[in-house]
């Protein structure tokens, strides 16, 4: 069984970003585009509650029948809360802390713990929640533009919508 | 008995008094003597002056002196009348003053109905980026038509960086829409560096008016107290923004427990000293505005009679009339500095003085308002509902 500091399934604090669930979902994206990332944390009066998929997040407000440029104005915890059941873009985080030198087990679904190591850090116990937060998303228009972030839901260089379709670098 | 005499001359030179009088008159004095000394010449002044013995300069010296204290002992006691005047609450000069206030009251009325207005407005330019980004989609291709060559997308982006949020959101829009038109001669995605630019500017743009009305409501909390309190000048409705902000936080009034205040936290003498200093820049500022007003009034009025020369006198009228206003200015920014002491004192230390009047600590801020307004009532009115009710007990309880 690993334990909470493998280099396999732990994420130090200050690569991964921690956004207010207040926080209007094009600003946190935005402030996302600045880091080599696709995973943010969500934080609700100061605390760590979930972490965002930000690839299926954007994907599944995209594809969303309600008007989709209401959403990116929206705060993001309200947009997690709105999509409900149809998004499984986010993972809760345990409310156990974890001390590095606690064995943790891979089983029973995807989950994110707090670690309390010296720095602060997170541990996943699916690797690929870890290899997808470390990666860069581009946010690709239907005029094939690539973008930083999806702004409103449309291109910065066209006026045509942000598609479903994501390409990591 | 001379003890207490020396004690009260010793108290004239305190910060307070040598700052928000003394000075004032000195430099008036100054300025003053320097205008005369000048309409007579200085040369024959300065000849007088040296006919003069050593007793009778001593002398004048004296006198002067001696009235130079009094005309700041009479500014002491007038500081509350300039004050009044500053704040547009003077009834003098009668008529003038009336007429001018009544104008001044309007004109800030105005003023805080336009910024109460941007409380509930939206930045314009999320609207002009939907309409320029749907105006540009109706006429898209990205085939059939020419790509745009160089010249013409510098053209383009020399066109819309030299738009300016200033010329509002209609100009802005007009001149978009003769942009958006070039999608109709050239392929849509050759113009994606023009769309690129366009966008990056409305979004700056609309970010930066959102951070202007986001400051809104402090703005108006600062500088305006409410509707109904408003006053002709800018720095009464300073003054009167501060003292809404304990009525409408705390239900305390002001400017009546100030005092109480004040005395609850006597020991605090460091901290009373920091709240002083605003109040005696304050005290300087608007006596030394009332004395540049009195010296360009003189200047223009007085002067010709003395020496009929209008390009002098014109000068000093000026010269005092700009002094003055730069003298509000600063009263203006004391007061500012002021009042927020005066908040930081009521959100800091109000419960100390609670407890000095002998009311308890209340458990929740519903019951402090209660309680407070207990107090105004008692204070101002004199009306209690019951000595129960205000925690008051009575003689024959206490023996009980």
Redesign the interface.
């Known amino acids: 069984m690993p334990t909470a500091s493998d280099p396999e399934y732990f994420l130090g604090a200050q690569q991964l970003l921690e956004i207010s669930a207040e926080t209007p979902l094009n600003q946190a994206l935005g402030n996302l585009s600045h880091l080599p990332g696709s995973g943010l944390i969500l934080t609700e009066y100061g605390r760590p509650k979930s972490f965002v998929k930000v690839n299926d997040l954007v994907n599944d407000v995209v594809n969303n029948p309600t008007s989709s440029i209401s959403l990116f104005d929206t705060p993001i915890g309200n947009v997690v809360m709105h999509l409900g059941q149809q998004t499984n873009s986010v993972v809760p985080i345990d409310p156990k802390i974890l001390q590095p030198n606690d064995s943790v087990p891979t089983a029973g679904g995807p989950r994110v713990y707090q670690v309390a190591s010296a720095g602060g850090g997170w541990y996943f116990n699916d690797p690929e929640l870890k290899v997808m937060a470390m990666r860069r998303t581009v946010y690709v228009c239907k005029n094939n533009h690539r973008n930083a972030d999806p702004d409103h839901g449309t291109c910065y260089y066209c006026p045509y919508p942000i598609t479903a379709q994501f390409e990591d670098i | 008995m001379i003890d207490s005499l020396l004690s009260k001359i010793t108290g004239l030179w305190d910060k307070n008094f040598l700052f928000g009088s003394f000075l004032p008159a000195l430099i008036f004095a100054v300025c003053i003597s320097t205008t005369f000394a000048y309409v007579l010449g200085f040369a024959p002044v300065w000849s007088w002056v040296d006919t003069l013995t050593t007793y009778q300069r001593t002398t004048y010296l004296s006198f002067a002196t001696l009235a130079l204290i009094v005309v700041a002992y009479v500014l002491n006691a007038l500081r509350v009348n300039f004050r009044r005047f500053w704040c547009g609450q003077s009834s003098f000069p009668p008529l003038l003053s009336w007429s001018v206030r009544i104008l001044l009251e309007d004109w800030s009325r105005r003023k805080f109905r336009k910024m109460s207005r941007h409380l509930v407005s939206l930045s314009p330019w999320k609207t002009v980026l939907g309409n320029f980004?749907?105006s540009?989609?109706s006429r898209?291709k990205?085939a059939g038509l020419p790509v745009a060559d160089g010249a013409t997308l510098r053209d383009l982006i020399r066109r819309t960086d030299g738009l300016r949020r200033q010329y509002g959101p209609s100009n802005v829009q007009g001149t978009l829409e003769l942009v958006a038109k070039q999608y109709e001669k050239f392929e849509?995605?050759s113009l994606?560096?023009v769309?690129?630019n366009v966008?990056?500017t409305l979004?700056e743009w609309d970010k930066t008016e959102q951070a202007r009305i986001d400051r809104v409501p402090t703005e108006l909390d600062r500088q305006f107290g409410s509707f109904v309190t408003i006053r002709a000048t800018r720095l009464g409705n300073v003054v009167e923004a501060h003292n809404q902000y304990c009525l409408t936080r705390y239900n305390i009034a002001a400017e009546m427990f100030w005092s109480r205040l004040r005395g609850a936290i006597r020991k605090e003498d460091e901290y009373l000293k920091i709240i002083d200093e605003p109040v005696i820049l304050l005290d300087f500022a608007l006596t030394m505005a009332t004395l540049s007003a009195v010296y360009a009034t003189l200047a223009i009025l007085v002067g010709p009679w003395l020496w009929y020369k209008p390009g002098l006198w014109s000068l000093l009228f000026a010269f005092g009339l700009f002094s003055s206003w730069q003298f509000y200015e600063v009263a203006v920014a004391a007061a500012r500095q002021s009042g927020e002491l005066m908040r930081a004192t009521f959100d800091l230390f109000r419960l100390e003085m609670m407890t000095a009047l002998g009311r308890p600590h209340p458990a929740n801020l519903q019951i402090e308002r209660q309680q407070w307004g207990q107090l105004s009532s008692l204070a101002a009115l004199g009306n209690v509902d019951s000595d129960k009710d205000f925690g008051l007990q009575s003689p024959n309880d206490t023996e009980k």
């Open positions: 980004e749907a540009v989609l898209f990205d849509g995605n994606s560096e769309f690129f966008k990056r979004i």
